[in-house]
């Protein structure tokens, strides 16, 4: 006789759905109903990122190329996702799939930090290529750069301060030095597993490469280039909006003279709406204020302090606030409790963007960010690689729709996961939990702008079950978990969608 199985299933994260599945069971055969093998497979599609659009038939064909390519690429050895992303990237450059993922309009980046948003190319043949730009190689073996008008006092650890201009005319390879200044400036490196043999080791130099970029982007005239730079990468990478993490540390002249916050804001905001002007299907940019995790309280307070300051100078730039630096070094969000607690206390809202649970150290106070970023009403969090083992954070971000800001690439390379195919994030997709896709540091992993990234959530996480209902709906969730105005992500979203139509039209021929 039939029975009847009661199957509760977590459906759109808002509230538990009842799926009740009539299986006729045959004691002789014991062969389940094929009609109810499919109805179970055709519900779990459906609960999948993006498994609820219903596509245009122009969408299904260039679904099916997609699946095609997918199937080739998977079947294929070596398989890119299962590689380190440093030796898969030549491999990715020559994808049909990644080829057609840079067409594909991506809607916004919404996890990126300002010191390292442009390509590091750039950095060298342009930025080192101004006069007054001086190097110093230091004891341990880094590089630190400096624009003066004379030859720099000893700083830092740097006592023979060089003008780069006379020591690339002196060099007998001029570009071997090129060569050697990039490797400085990025993570980049044909032997990842020898070079970052750890995590503290790959992390030690993710640290010392900020550094070295910190003299050349914070010269207030590299500062506007910079910028400028890093929104026209993330354009012709089909990304449309910008959201960057930033301390803003003080910009320098040539003098010796520096800028407040203030100007550094400012010419944000003339920069955003330059920007805007020559490019008028781009939203802009916005900024999250970000102190490091490693400051004491006093000091995270002053950051809260001068962020709701600058957010109400600035409402149209600042987005928010968030703590960055590695987390498992780092204190966690608890500790700052008192601080984080300032705006509510003084009935200001500043949203909060926190990075949470880029960790793998289960069980420790960093391992509970997760949950104190939601008491916190965070936003969104950045990251959360550790958060399908918290299922009550997991639960509470998909209700209230806090969105995971998910950067493959990053975890990768900073050494949380080695195959791309068993990111956690592999089971958020799964589950259509709220999400989006972000490129971090482009500068220190050898990528620009999203589409390295979106290769490796459609082609790793996603696996052959991701489709184009998976891509739509990642790039629709960018705009969606935005900081932008409810006007202005209606505007966003019409605008994505004629970019999406004319490239759907485009691809599926």
Not at 143 to 166: G, H, I, T, Y
Not at 387 to 408: F, I, N, Y
Request: hydrophobic share 45%; with cysteine; proline share 6%.
């Amino acid at each position: 006789s039939p029975i009847l199985i009661d199957s509760v299933l977590l459906c759109s994260g808002l509230a538990l759905v009842h799926f009740w599945l009539l299986v006729s069971l045959n004691p002789c055969a014991g062969a389940p109903d094929p009609g109810q093998r499919e109805a179970m497979m055709r519900q779990e599609a459906s609960q999948r990122t993006g498994g609820g659009l219903v596509l245009t038939p122009a969408e299904l064909r260039l679904d099916a190329l997609l699946h095609r390519l997918k199937r080739q690429e998977a079947g294929a050895a070596p398989f890119p996702p299962a590689m380190h992303f440093f030796r898969a990237r030549p491999l990715i450059q020559r994808s049909p799939i990644f080829k057609l993922l840079q067409k594909m309009p991506k809607g916004g980046a919404l996890h990126v930090h300002s010191s390292a948003m442009v390509s590091v190319d750039w950095l060298v043949k342009n930025v080192t290529y101004r006069p007054h730009c001086y190097v110093c190689f230091t004891w341990g073996g880094s590089v630190r750069f400096l624009f003066s008008a004379q030859r720099p006092f000893p700083r830092w650890d740097c006592f023979n301060w060089q003008l780069l201009a006379s020591l690339r005319a002196a060099a007998a390879d001029p570009a071997e030095l090129d060569a050697s200044l990039a490797r400085n400036l990025s993570l980049f490196t044909e032997n990842p597993e020898a070079a970052y043999p750890t995590q503290d080791a790959v992390w030690d130099r993710f640290d010392d490469a900020f550094l070295a970029i910190s003299g050349l982007v914070t010269y207030a005239p590299v500062f506007r280039d910079y910028l400028y730079q890093g929104l026209e990468q993330f354009y012709a990478d089909n990304v449309m909006y910008l959201e960057i993490r930033a301390g803003l540390s003080r910009t320098y002249e040539l003098d010796g003279s520096t800028h407040d916050r203030t100007w550094s804001l400012k010419t944000c905001k003339d920069l955003s709406e330059r920007f805007r002007a020559e490019h008028p299907d781009f939203l802009g940019m916005r900024i999250v204020l970000s102190a490091h995790r490693v400051l004491g309280v006093s000091a995270i307070k002053a950051a809260v302090m001068e962020a709701m300051e600058l957010q109400e100078k600035f409402p149209d730039v600042v987005a928010g606030f968030d703590l960055v630096g590695r987390e498992d070094e780092g204190r966690p969000l608890w500790f700052y409790r008192e601080a984080l607690a300032l705006p509510a206390r003084l009935g200001v809202t500043l949203p909060y963007f926190f990075h949470a649970g880029e960790t793998d150290q289960e069980g420790t106070d960093v391992d509970i960010n997760l949950l104190d970023a939601l008491l916190f009403n965070t936003s969104r969090i950045g990251h959360g690689y550790a958060l399908t083992r918290h299922p009550l954070a997991k639960d509470l971000s998909r209700k209230q729709g806090v969105a995971v800001e998910v950067c493959p690439i990053s975890n990768q390379v900073l050494k949380l996961v080695t195959d791309m195919r068993n990111h956690p994030a592999s089971v958020l997709l799964a589950e259509g939990h709220p999400m989006v896709i972000s490129s971090d540091d482009p500068t220190l992993f050898g990528t620009a702008g999203l589409s390295y990234d979106f290769y490796e959530a459609f082609v790793g996480l996603g696996g052959l079950s991701a489709d184009l209902g998976t891509l739509k709906e990642l790039a629709m969730n960018s705009i969606r978990f935005s900081s932008l105005s409810p006007r202005l992500k209606d505007r966003g979203l019409e605008m994505w969608q004629k970019k999406w139509d004319e490239f759907v039209a485009k691809s599926g021929e």
